[in-house]
């Protein structure tokens, strides 16, 4: 009696350890989770046993399960099937990928409560990102079909992991969702010209929680403001030599000039970095290219010809060099040609490089930083990058590379393992 007993908790505790609700009816590696990096698994020997884990764990970390019993040496540890890494043999999962915390349901249950500290953007000190992009916009050469980019140079994701890509050279604003291999053109896309339905060169857009996108028309020197399932836009700025775009979280809109060293704030054309001229000063910036607004409104500004990222708080009367500062060079303290800029909540700074080939993360006040992407030299195999100019992440703290010369866009998984064991 007792035996039997112990038998059963011993079972049921395996059993619920692998049953999982959010991958019913959900086959091998598909999407199971508002994270996109999550995937369907199958328990090794029971088909009706799944989980929904991240995918992109390097196969080493994983050990083969026991031959005669299909379990595992680890605790935590589930034996599922594999075929990426193993195929004949199934591997032993650590429970912890798949976690609530790295792979969310796809339908958030009103009684799941997040207890794990990890901030809203999903990014830890720890994190790491797979150094293999996933193509999830383009990659199929030059060109203007619809499964096509040419120059895609600004990238904005929204909270459904929706793509919005200022493809330059098409004069066309693309919205791609996940995992379909064609885009839709959701702004110009009528041939390079200056009427409402068209677009010149456009560089980059935000897009705000009801669909209206903000987008950068360059070559017209104008800001147009473009209502969700529209096919014209309307003129909200004019003679303004903008480059990048951001909104802070009051629906403030701001530009960076790239021909005259300024960010603007709308719509009362507020200064709030440079205005003094191009040059190296701190409170000057030269080509400023892309910039990034904080939960406090510090603004930060990818300086591009000063080999720096700088970041103004409010009111300041000069900037802060955040990121590089060392002359332009590819050195671990250094920046070359700096495009692109975003700071997590911890303050920490992301820097996409067109002249090094890189994605650079600088802690803090530390005074070099560390290559997360890329560095490999021009190029297209799935580790490199090609004149790289503008990243994002998702709310899940997946990266996202304009990677322009290659004609796509990157999707480097975020691997929050090393988070939550501490
Ligand atoms: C899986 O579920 C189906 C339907 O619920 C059932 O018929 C089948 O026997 C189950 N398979 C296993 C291995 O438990
Ligand atoms: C499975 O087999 C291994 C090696 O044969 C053994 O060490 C382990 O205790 C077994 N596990 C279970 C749950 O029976
Ligand atoms: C990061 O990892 C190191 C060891 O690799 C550990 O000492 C540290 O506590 C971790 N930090 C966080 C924030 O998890
Ligand atoms: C729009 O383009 C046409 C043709 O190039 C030009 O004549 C016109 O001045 C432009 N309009 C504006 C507002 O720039
Ligand atoms: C959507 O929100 C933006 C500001 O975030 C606002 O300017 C715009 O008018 C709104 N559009 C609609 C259709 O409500
Ligand atoms: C456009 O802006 C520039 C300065 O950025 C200024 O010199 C020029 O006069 C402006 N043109 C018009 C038509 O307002």
Known sequence: MMKVFIFLIVFLNLSNEIISEKCQGISQYNRCSVNPACGCLYSSFDTNNTICGYLYTACSEFSACFNNNQSCYYRDHVCIKHPRCSNNHPICYPMRL????????????????PTLPIPDDGICAN??????GITVAGGNGRGSAINQ????????VDDDDIIYIADANNHRVMKWIRGVSNGQVVAGGNGQGNRSDQLDRVSSLVVSQNGT???????????????KNNNQGQTLVMNVSCYGMAMDSEGSLYDSSYDDGRVSKWPHDQLVAG????????????????????????????????SRVMKWPVGAKQGIVVAGGNGRGSNNNQL??????VADRMGTVYVAE???????????????????????????QPYQLSRPKDLAFDRHGNLYVADTENFRVQMFPIDKSSCLSS
Request: proline content about 5%.
């Open 98 to 113: 798949a976690s609530e915390a790295m792979c969310p349901s796809m339908f958030p249950s009103t009684t799941t409560v």
């Open 127 to 132: 994190a790491t990102w797979d150094t293999n």
């Open 149 to 156: 980019l040419d120059d895609p140079k600004g990238i904005f």
């Open 213 to 227: 996108m903000f987008i950068c028309d360059q070559n017209n020197r104008r800001i147009q403001k473009w209502l």
């Open 275 to 306: 205005g003094n001229g191009q040059g190296p000063n701190l409170d000057q910036l030269s080509n400023a290219v892309r910039l990034f607004v904080d939960q406090d409104h510090s603004v930060f500004v990818a300086d591009s010809h000063n």
């Open 336 to 341: 070359n040609e700096p495009f692109a800029v």
């Open 354 to 380: 067109w002249g090094n080939q890189r994605v650079m993360r600088w802690f803090k006040d530390s005074k070099s930083g560390t290559v997360i992407i890329g560095g490999r030299g021009m190029g297209s």
